[in-house]
């Protein structure tokens, strides 16, 4: 059975970084990739970027490039994404997805993690 | 890169049928047919309902169907439930500026 298990919740300050890791289990790591997708409160979903673990090749939404960086742990079957220079606006619930390399859906979710920025 | 637009809500009595539209553009949905639909419930993690335009994940309901047309995919649910009740989101491969762009979202409220 697949599973994605994220991190648990954070409280950031603004101008800082926080990194959500996604453990996955069963086969995922050797034939999938892991997006991360964004949802801010009451808003809609938002793809951020993803990353293939067996090629540790990763890709940006524009939005995010040079603010969010996507890696994979392949011994831990873990995807970690962090993103730095926080704000207030990035207060949201982060989703990491499973998806294969060249089907461009997502067929399991983690179940999310809320990063709040607050000073 | 411009989110697909979808209609903000969708109501429906129990037992009817309702549609959800997805438009986008030539650089994503109306070239590729890598549309794909996702149902999510109040504090949920969102699900695969439909990909590749019409096709079904094993579990999930012959209730939901899709379709395409042009720039405009869409999503139908029949014989709708209380338990349909829920966002809905579609997303398509885009050529331009990512990988995937997602829809804002269709609330469905049965009445």
């Known amino acids: 059975q697949v599973q994605l298990v994220q991190s648990g919740a954070e409280v950031k300050k603004p101008g800082s970084s926080v990194k959500v890791s996604c453990k996955a289990s069963?086969?995922?790591?050797?034939?999938?990739?892991i997006s991360w997708v964004r949802q801010a409160p009451g808003r809609g979903l938002e793809w951020m970027g993803s990353i293939i673990p067996i090629l540790d090749i990763a890709d940006y939404a524009q939005k995010f490039q040079g603010r969010v960086t996507i890696t994979a742990d392949k011994s831990t079957s873990t995807a970690y994404m962090e993103l730095s220079s926080l704000r207030s606006e990035d207060t949201a619930v982060f989703f990491c997805?499973?998806?294969?390399?060249?089907?461009?859906?997502?067929?399991?979710w983690g179940q999310g993690t809320l990063v709040t920025v607050s000073s | 890169q411009s989110a697909l637009t979808q209609p903000a809500s969708v109501s429906g009595s129990p037992g009817q049928s309702i549609t959800i539209s997805c438009t986008g553009t030539s650089s994503d949905v109306g070239t590729y047919n890598s549309v794909s639909w996702y149902q999510q419930h109040p504090g949920k993690a969102p699900k695969l309902m439909i990909y590749?335009?019409?096709n079904r994940p094993s579990g999930v309901s012959n209730r939901f169907s899709g379709s395409k047309s042009d720039n405009t995919a869409s999503l139908t649910i029949s014989g709708l439930q209380a338990e349909d009740e829920a966002d809905y989101y579609c997303t398509s491969y885009t050529s331009i500026s990512s990988l995937y762009v997602f829809g804002t979202g269709t609330k469905v409220t049965v009445l």
């Open positions: 997805a499973r998806d294969r390399p060249g089907d461009f859906y997502f067929d399991y």
């Open positions: 590749d335009v019409s």
């Open positions: 069963g086969d995922t790591f050797s034939s999938y990739g």
